[in-house]
């Protein structure tokens, strides 16, 4: 299978980095119908669209996921729609039925990504109740077996700990049932993604660290007769040197928000101990890390065009079946990834082919 590319949707306003730094990247519904059209242009194949209620790490203002994913298949013809949704703030069958809407108005381009939640302050601002972290995961798995219930069956019937669905209809269905994403970094999250979900996000990491996760979640996968794509998030910088890319990695290191990147370290450090392993996603990152808020520096795509071609085939080679960027500049940098970098992952793609023959 060839790689897939996708891109982190701006709509949260400040960017992908918790820097003060200069950013060309808006989040406004205009900005982002502009980012859509030259991204399925420049070869990117699925946008993620992220969920936030609250400001966490000073994203002040949000634009909600499935909305703006409705409005954006609406004026794409090729780019497949993620929209990021928190159970426990949603009903499956409500999710259902938008995002096979969605999927008409599309023609088959919608997808979901199930976030199980770490911020706390968001499920009290909105009267919700904080479930314990395997709790979380639980409820999780139950929201995708009723979404898909409710995408293929004629009726669902359901009777979990978290959701009751009492011979439900869904009409239309979608065109294709939509691909399920998820993320998480501890063992009840591996565990569900190997049961229910298509593909599992990773956060940034060395290759050695991406490896291991993927082997162990195919490993489980395999054991309950499924296979599950992999995805891992990637903060790029395409310099025409790498002297230049890694000088603006410095910069916006030195520029960083420090209150909002200390804010962010605590709320991720208090979720983290509230899971079973004592320790969550982000347990091994440092300050630098942290200022890309899912440690998209470690996942090396920083240098020239050429380099980071080099580094994304390295990662195909060890199960990664997709790239999920993010940028500093997206009014600039969505155009130049396709131009520079994508083309060179397909001739290195074909070469590996031909190697295999």
């Given amino acids: 299978m060839s790689l897939k590319f996708a891109y982190w949707v701006p709509n949260v306003s400040g960017g ?5 730094i200069p950013q060309k990247t808006g989040w406004s519904f205009e900005d982002n119908v502009r980012y859509a059209q030259i991204a399925e242009e420049a070869g990117f194949e699925y946008a993620l669209l992220q969920t936030r209620f ?6 002040e203002k949000q634009l909600e996921a499935i909305t703006l994913a409705s409005a954006l298949a609406a004026v794409t013809k090729r780019l497949k729609l993620i929209s990021a949704v928190l159970p426990g703030l949603w009903h499956p069958g409500t999710v259902a039925k938008m995002i096979s809407t969605i999927d008409q108005i599309s023609h088959g381009r ?3 990504n199930i976030v199980s939640g770490w911020f706390k302050g968001e499920f009290h601002a909105y009267g919700e109740p904080w479930l314990d972290h395997d709790e979380r995961y639980r409820r999780s798995e139950e929201f995708i077996r009723v979404l898909r219930s409710l995408w293929t069956e004629e009726e669902t019937h359901f009777r979990g700990d978290f959701y009751r669905i009492n011979g439900a209809p869904l009409k239309p269905k979608p065109y294709n049932v939509p691909e399920i994403f998820q993320g998480g970094n501890s063992r009840a999250a591996r565990q ?3 049961r229910v979900s298509d593909w599992y996000f990773m956060n940034g990491n060395t290759i ?5 996760q993927i082997d162990e979640v195919s490993s489980l996968a395999k054991a309950n007769n499924r296979k599950v794509k992999f995805g891992v998030n990637a903060f790029v910088i395409v310099r025409d040197t790498e002297e230049e890319a890694k000088q603006v990695l410095r ?3 030195a520029y960083a928000d420090a209150e909002a990147v200390e804010g962010f370290r605590s709320q991720v450090r208090f979720a983290g101990k509230a899971s079973p392993e004592r320790e969550g996603m982000w347990a091994h990152s440092d300050f630098n890390d942290l200022v890309q808020y899912n440690d998209g520096f470690k996942t090396g795509l920083i240098g020239t065009a050429e380099q980071v071609a080099d580094r994304i085939i390295e990662l195909k080679k060890i199960g990664v ?3 999920l960027a993010g940028f500093l500049h997206y009014d600039e940098e969505i155009q130049l990834f396709g131009e520079k970098v994508i083309p060179l992952v397909r001739e290195k793609e074909a ?3 031909v190697d295999a023959v």
């Fill in 192 to 194: 569900m993604a190997s």
């Fill in 251 to 253: 910069d916006i290191i």
């Fill in 321 to 323: 079946d997709l790239i």
């Fill in 54 to 59: 609250v400001a966490s790490y000073g994203a």
């Fill in 351 to 353: 070469a590996l082919k």
């Fill in 16 to 20: 992908l980095v918790i820097s003060k």
């Fill in 110 to 112: 919608a997808a979901i």
């Fill in 208 to 212: 050695d660290g991406l490896k291991a």
